[in-house]
């Protein structure tokens, strides 16, 4: 019997490639993200010009900043409901650092990384410590820092808003990395757009390519079984808590030397945004499955979705119903398909 050609090996390795295919949790976003373009293009002549392109990224790329860290912290299996509040604490302390004591805007800002990541740790040393939900823990540092974000600022500025830091040295060496813009054939590429797609390189390059990678799939699919086996399963959550806390700071810096002031009541409820884009990127509530490619997908569903419907002149109060729709249809797909994963070839 003669030996298979390599034709014949390619036709038999198609139902096995096709299998990994439908076994990737970005898969669904993927398909949601090219409908979504699909439906805005031939609803909004506007949505598909370079212009429109550019805000359509530099919207997504506000939510995939944070998506990147919080996507891996819902594979590792926890929540963070303090992130949409930790980036304005981001921004309000780099502002009242700087002004307050008349610093250059380089101390404000470090000072407002070492505070950010002072709140993941904190959010990480609780959760291993007291063995709480993540939901619990986070809550309450959500709660803290919202009284927090609006009490200092009432008792610094008097206002409920950051003095103006515009004219202090060092603002526009800052407004230079964190809210820059580039013009290249009339698209405007934002700052914001070069920090996610770095976030997004590096976050898939952990997750896929090194130990800590394979620790957080572990810690996300079962805790005990990843602790038995060496795994330092409050290390690990930790060093994730650090990474959302990493992001809220680029992110507090992006809106801080963009609008030169702070508004204390801002990002509350931004948290359930970033969670939502995790999800639509094909994270799981329960962890130990997901991908960031997923959630810079989810973003970028969110960039063309928010855009598109003002330039189809839509009725934006539908803006959050298409999002709950997706979160539910992401939720079941992903279920779906981590199934059809773990029960292999039939």
């Given at each position: 019997?003669?030996a298979?050609t390599?034709?014949?090996?390619?036709?038999?390795?198609?139902?096995a490639?096709?299998?990994?295919?439908?076994?990737?949790?970005e898969?669904?976003?993927?398909?949601?993200?090219?409908?979504?373009?699909?439906?805005?293009?031939?609803?909004?002549?506007?949505?598909?010009?370079?212009?429109?392109?550019?805000?359509v990224?530099?919207?997504a790329s506000t939510?995939?900043?944070?998506?990147?860290?919080?996507?891996?912290?819902?594979?590792g299996?926890e929540?963070?409901?303090?992130?949409g509040v930790?980036?304005?604490?981001?921004a309000?302390?780099?502002?009242?650092?700087?002004?307050?004591f008349?610093?250059?805007?380089?101390?404000?800002?470090?000072?407002?990384?070492?505070?950010?990541?002072a709140?993941?740790w904190f959010?990480?040393?609780?959760?291993?410590?007291?063995?709480?939900?993540?939901f619990?823990v986070?809550?309450?540092?959500?709660?803290?820092?919202?009284?927090?974000?609006?009490?200092?600022?009432?008792?610094v500025?008097?206002?409920v808003?950051?003095?103006?830091?515009?004219?202090?040295?060092?603002f526009?060496?800052c407004?230079?990395?964190?809210?820059s813009?580039?013009?290249?054939?009339?698209?405007t590429?934002?700052?914001?757009?070069?920090?996610?797609?770095g976030?997004?390189?590096?976050?898939?390059?952990?997750?896929?390519?090194?130990?800590?990678?394979?620790?957080i799939?572990?810690?996300g699919?079962?805790?005990a079984?990843?602790?038995?086996?060496g795994?330092?399963v409050?290390?690990?959550?930790?060093?994730?808590?650090?990474?959302v806390?990493?992001?809220a700071w680029?992110l507090?810096?992006?809106l801080?030397?963009?609008?030169?002031?702070?508004?204390?009541?801002e990002?509350?409820?931004?948290?359930?945004?970033?969670?939502v884009?995790a999800?639509?990127?094909?994270?799981?509530?329960?962890?130990?499955?997901?991908?960031v490619?997923?959630s810079?997908?989810?973003?970028?569903i969110?960039?063309?979705?928010g855009?598109?419907?003002?330039?189809?002149?839509?009725?934006p109060?539908?803006f959050?119903?298409?999002?709950?729709?997706?979160?539910?249809?992401a939720?079941?797909?992903?279920a779906y398909v981590?199934?059809?994963?773990?029960?292999?070839?039939?």
């Amino acid at each position: 019997m003669s030996a298979p050609t390599t034709p014949d090996l390619l036709v038999q390795d198609r139902p096995a490639a096709l299998r990994r295919l439908l076994a990737r949790p970005e898969l669904g976003s993927l398909i949601a993200a090219a409908a979504v373009f699909a439906v805005f293009a031939a609803a909004a002549e506007p949505f598909l010009r370079v212009s429109s392109l550019g805000t359509v990224l530099y919207a997504a790329s506000t939510i995939g900043i944070m998506a990147v860290p919080v996507s891996l912290l819902m594979i590792g299996g926890e929540f963070d409901l303090s992130a949409g509040v930790l980036v304005t604490t981001a921004a309000l302390t780099s502002s009242m650092v700087s002004y307050q004591f008349t610093a250059v805007t380089w101390v404000g800002v470090l000072v407002s990384l070492a505070t950010t990541l002072a709140i993941g740790w904190f959010n990480g040393w609780m959760l291993g410590r007291t063995k709480l939900p993540s939901f619990i823990v986070t809550l309450g540092t959500f709660l803290m820092l919202t009284g927090a974000n609006l009490g200092v600022t009432k008792a610094v500025s008097g206002t409920v808003s950051t003095k103006s830091i515009a004219d202090m040295q060092g603002f526009e060496t800052c407004r230079w990395l964190f809210a820059s813009e580039l013009n290249v054939g009339g698209l405007t590429i934002k700052a914001t757009v070069w920090w996610w797609l770095g976030l997004l390189a590096v976050g898939s390059w952990v997750l896929l390519r090194t130990r800590f990678g394979n620790w957080i799939f572990a810690v996300g699919g079962d805790a005990a079984a990843a602790r038995a086996v060496g795994v330092p399963v409050a290390r690990t959550k930790t060093v994730l808590y650090l990474g959302v806390g990493f992001g809220a700071w680029v992110l507090g810096q992006h809106l801080l030397f963009s609008f030169d002031t702070v508004q204390s009541g801002e990002g509350v409820g931004n948290e359930l945004i970033y969670i939502v884009a995790a999800v639509i990127g094909g994270c799981l509530i329960t962890g130990g499955y997901g991908s960031v490619v997923g959630s810079a997908l989810g973003a970028l569903i969110f960039g063309m979705a928010g855009k598109g419907i003002i330039y189809a002149q839509w009725n934006p109060d539908w803006f959050k119903f298409f999002l709950g729709a997706m979160l539910l249809l992401a939720a079941l797909l992903n279920a779906y398909v981590k199934r059809r994963a773990e029960r292999g070839p039939r």
